[in-house]
């Protein structure tokens, strides 16, 4: 009797055209771009078929570069921001078209639309919002000082992070609120019929059985900001470009730029490519560490329920 | 008299919520009465209404007609890309996960695993390297992928392949395998179980992995920026604005009603579709 192949024909004619995309367009990529990251790789020495080893000189000049650091900086800081505010405003906006209120199934969708259209598109709506519309506004509503260009929000790095913050969050609140109406709505009716008899408050009942209830959905959503943050680059790209520039130990550094950004910049603006390299690197293991908070976080959960 | 005091508060809530919407709505609202203005209006009372709604006709007139812009080869193009990419993506990675939930050796485990590691990785960590090796590829067999279509549809089924073989894997094992059996029994073959059964049955997971990945692609702007680059002759509809919303100095009454071409078929897309689009966005978070 023919021993049965352990994999059919059918398993490798399926897997083949994803298994060569994913190593075309991904493992190949990955794979050079860490060795790339050791060498002198730039636009030019590709030609002359050189690449020269450098060890860690790439990540070395990368950590005591001001751009870098100051993009790590503020890239922490919108992070953070970020992840407080989309996630504060989004389970409001979950709280609220979770009640009884008419409408509410407008408000599910009006509230989530910004999240259907690309960041890149959004930056320059709110570019002229924030540049043309708010400077009309002011005067008309007694606030004349905000005509002045000097007082533009755009205008000083730090009201252009409160910017990059505030269009982030307009665009993905809407779609972090479902995924907190899903666990709301999960909730057994009967908890809250129980404690509202045993004469629980709203707001305890809210604190005691809601918030507890949805404990999985934080986490999810949690991480699920902190990595869109911190990896941001088309909102950055429209509204700020980076800009306005500010004085940083002496020098004079793009204010908004954040990670992505910086390591475009590095490897097209300042035609860097093996320094770009190895930021993108670090970038990558940043996220792996994040990663493995946020899988940790989870079987946390699962061993709890 | 509690009673009344509930029935304020419910009051209070809904005019609330109802401001809220509007704040939300607002920059929409912008986008759209500025698509309708002139230069000059747009300058004098960016938040009056336009004087004439006849001037939107005009407008997109020009967006869509300019040579410059090139919005209508752009958003054909963009149409194609998502629209194929779409295709292959569901077609090619529900084939590879049920191959893969079927199969129970240690190389498909192991398959399996490097995809979903593989969700971990950024773009930028790939694609300077993606693009000198698209080149080089080119300089030794020929095969052209950078500013094609073909480059995008490779690319668009690598990158999107982890999560949607992730979430194909998941609905398949819940599948019952007597299913299959029964099917195989009848004498159908491998590929016809799965073309004739299995793939009938994915349809809810299809609209899931359709939906994720098309919000993505119709929206992205790094990637085509690389493999197709600003201006060049092929072009998506983001590249398109940026280019435009870059070049034109603001001359914000054109960008405003390229913005609002942008925006049109995604917002019909969720109405239509609102129920499976919330659906599947809030499932593919929970990965």
Redesign the interface.
């Known amino acids: 009797m023919a021993r049965k192949a352990?994999?059919?024909a059918?398993?490798w004619i399926?897997?083949t055209?994803?298994?060569l995309?994913?190593t075309?367009?991904?493992f190949?990529?990955?794979i050079?771009?860490?060795f790339?990251s050791f060498t002198d790789w730039s636009s030019s020495a590709?030609n002359q078929g050189g690449l020269k080893y450098v060890g860690f000189s790439n990540y070395d000049k990368s950590l005591h570069d001001l751009k870098f650091i100051y993009s790590f900086g503020v890239t922490t800081v919108y992070t953070v921001l970020n992840m407080l505010f989309v996630n504060a405003v989004a389970f409001g906006?979950a709280l609220?078209?979770s009640?009884k209120?008419?409408?509410r199934n407008?408000?599910?969708?009006?509230?989530?639309?910004?999240?259907?259209?690309?960041?890149?598109?959004?930056g320059?709506?709110?570019q002229?919002?924030f540049n043309?519309?708010i400077p009309?506004?002011g005067p008309l509503i007694g606030l004349g000082s905000l005509a002045d260009p000097k007082n533009f929000l755009l205008s000083n790095n730090v009201g252009a992070t409160f910017g990059l913050v505030i269009v982030s969050t307009?665009q993905s609140a809407?779609?972090i609120m479902?995924?907190y109406l899903?666990a709301i709505q999960s909730v057994p009716a009967e908890l809250h019929e129980a404690a509202q008899i045993d004469g629980a408050s709203p707001a305890y009942r809210l604190w005691a059985i809601t918030v507890p209830m949805v404990a999985q959905a934080f986490t999810?959503?949690t991480f699920?900001t902190l990595i869109n943050s911190f990896?941001q680059?088309?909102v950055n790209?429209?509204l700020t470009a980076g800009g306005p520039s500010v004085m940083f130990q002496n020098h004079a550094i793009a204010g908004t730029e954040l990670l992505?950004m910086n390591?475009?910049n590095t490897?097209f603006a300042a035609n860097s490519?093996s320094q770009?390299?190895a930021r993108?690197?670090v970038?990558?293991l940043v996220?792996?560490v994040i990663?493995i908070f946020q899988v940790m976080a989870s079987k946390k959960k699962e061993v709890e329920l | 008299m509690t009673r009344k005091r509930i029935q304020w508060g419910?009051w209070g809530?809904?005019i609330?919520?109802?401001l809220?919407?509007l704040a939300?709505?607002f920059?929409?609202y912008?986008?759209l009465i500025?698509s309708a203005k002139t230069p000059f209006e747009?300058?004098q009372?960016?938040?009056a209404l336009p004087s004439d709604w006849s001037n939107l006709w005009n407008n997109i007139a020009h967006i869509w007609t300019d040579e410059n812009i090139r919005y209508q080869s752009s958003f054909i193009a963009s149409l194609l890309i998502t629209g194929f990419s779409l295709v292959l993506i569901n077609l090619?990675?529900a084939?590879?996960a049920?191959?893969?939930v079927r199969?129970k050796?240690r190389?498909?485990g192991f398959?399996f695993m490097i995809?979903v590691a593989?969700m971990?990785?950024?773009f930028?960590?790939?694609?300077?390297?993606?693009v000198?090796?698209f080149r080089t590829l080119y300089d030794v067999t020929g095969i052209k992928l950078l500013r094609e279509f073909a480059g995008m549809y490779?690319?668009y089924?690598?990158?999107g392949?982890?999560l949607s073989?992730f979430l194909y894997h998941g609905f398949i094992k819940g599948i019952p395998l007597e299913l299959e059996e029964a099917a195989q029994i009848d004498g159908c073959s491998?590929?016809a179980t799965?073309y004739r059964i299995i793939f009938p049955i994915l349809k809810p997971i299809h609209a899931t992995v359709a939906i994720l990945n098309g919000?993505w692609i119709?929206?992205?702007?790094?990637l085509p920026l690389l493999i197709l680059s600003k201006g060049g002759a092929l072009m998506t509809v983001?590249l398109a604005?940026?280019n435009f919303?870059g070049a034109y100095v603001k001359q914000?009454d054109l960008?405003?009603t390229a913005?609002l071409m942008?925006?049109v078929p995604?917002?019909v897309a969720?109405?239509l579709a609102?129920k499976y689009i919330?659906k599947g966005?809030?499932a593919g978070?929970?990965k």
């Not at chain 2, 930028?124 to 993606?130: D, E, G, T």
């Open positions: 352990k994999h059919s059918v398993f399926f897997l055209p994803v298994l995309a994913f075309l367009v991904i190949i990529p990955f050079l771009g860490v790339y590709a906006l609220l078209v009640t209120i008419k409408g407008v408000y599910r969708a009006g509230f989530f639309i910004p999240n259907l259209i690309g960041g890149l598109v959004l320059f709506v709110w002229f919002i043309a519309a009309f506004i307009w809407g779609y479902m995924i899903a999810v959503t699920l990896k680059f088309d790209v429209s992505a390591i475009y490897a490519l770009g390299q993108s690197v970038f990558f996220l792996v990663s | 419910t809530l809904e609330f919520t109802a809220l919407f939300v709505l920059p929409f912008i986008v500025s747009i300058t009372g960016p938040l090619l990675s084939q590879a049920w191959v893969l199969t050796t190389l498909s398959l995809f593989s971990v990785i950024p930028q960590i790939v694609m300077l390297p993606l000198a090796w490779l690319a089924i690598g990158f392949a982890s073989i491998q590929f799965f919000m119709w929206n992205d702007y790094l983001p604005v940026s919303a914000w960008i405003m913005i942008a925006m995604v917002i969720f109405l609102q919330v966005m809030v978070s929970i």
